[in-house]
Nanobody
Framework: VQLQASGGGLLQSGGSLRLSCAAS????????MGWFRQAPGKEREFVGV????????YYAESVKGRFTISRDNDKNTVYLQMNSLKPEDTAVYYC?????????????????WGQGTLVTVSS
């Protein structure tokens, strides 16, 4: 199983960026897909999740209203659209896959992880 995250970069505060995470080696349409991030010197934190069908999304309060998760099961890809970015959004962003339901915000509940992509937001 491979999860390949991409799309990170350097941008100014207020800008937008879309991250992608392509999955292979597994039936993507059966996976709940989450996004996490880890800022320098901080613990990894939950950003949001989209359920296997795409019918439900859940977000951390810190990103609600600014970030949107979507998925394309035909392309085995999940997206994280980030708008109105702030310097405090600077982090390495990880996608993760979870086979079962349950506690979506807990990182150790996820079965597979991508390698991370760096997002840097300057003020």
């Amino acid at each position: 199983v491979q999860l390949q995250a991409s799309g990170g970069g350097l941008l100014q505060s207020g800008g937008s960026l879309r991250l992608s995470c392509a999955a292979s080696g597994i039936t993507f349409s059966m996976l709940n897909m989450g996004w996490f991030r880890q800022a320098p010197g901080k613990e990894r934190e939950f950003v949001g999740v989209i359920t296997w069908s795409g019918g439900s999304t859940y977000y951390a309060e810190s990103v609600k209203g600014r970030f949107t998760i979507s998925r394309d099961n035909d392309k085995n890809t999940v997206y994280l659209q980030m708008n109105s970015l702030k310097p405090e959004d600077t982090a390495v962003y990880y996608c993760a896959a979870k086979r079962r339901g349950g506690r979506f915000s807990t990182s150790n509940e996820y079965d597979y992880w991508g390698q991370g992509t760096l997002v840097t937001v300057s003020s």
